[in-house]
């Protein structure tokens, strides 16, 4: 199983970037996909998820600004990341989640991603 992440770069305060995030064929359908970010010096956290139907859900501090959309036919999650801030700096990263028929969650990580935005 492998999650390929890609799109970081740096930008100045309100623009825009996206982030893409290539799963195995052979998990993606069955996997819910999420974007984390880890600022510098900060935990982990989650900025946005879709599930498997495409249903998303979003960070407060990325409500409105980011936009989480799953292409089925190549594998394919992307983070469409507007109106970009300073805090929203950090390594970005993806993972991909599902249950097995156990009910065992197996839980895959992509590499990071690394967005810098100045001021």
């Known amino acids: 199983v492998q999650l390929q992440a890609s799109g970081g770069g740096a930008v100045q305060a309100g623009g825009s970037l996206r982030l893409s995030c290539a799963v195995s064929?052979?998990?993606?359908?069955?996997?819910?996909v999420a974007w984390y970010l880890q600022a510098p010096g900060k935990p982990r956290e989650l900025v946005a998820r879709i599930t498997t139907g495409g249903t998303p859900n979003y960070a407060d501090s990325v409500e409105g600004r980011f936009s989480i959309s799953r292409d089925n036919a190549n594998n394919t999650v992307y983070l469409q990341m507007n109106s970009l801030k300073p805090e929203d700096t950090g390594a970005y990263y993806c993972s991909a989640s599902y249950q097995t028929k156990g009910w065992k969650t197996n839980n895959y990580w992509g590499q990071g991603t690394l967005v810098t935005v100045s001021s």
């Open positions: 064929r052979s998990i993606f359908s069955i996997s819910t």
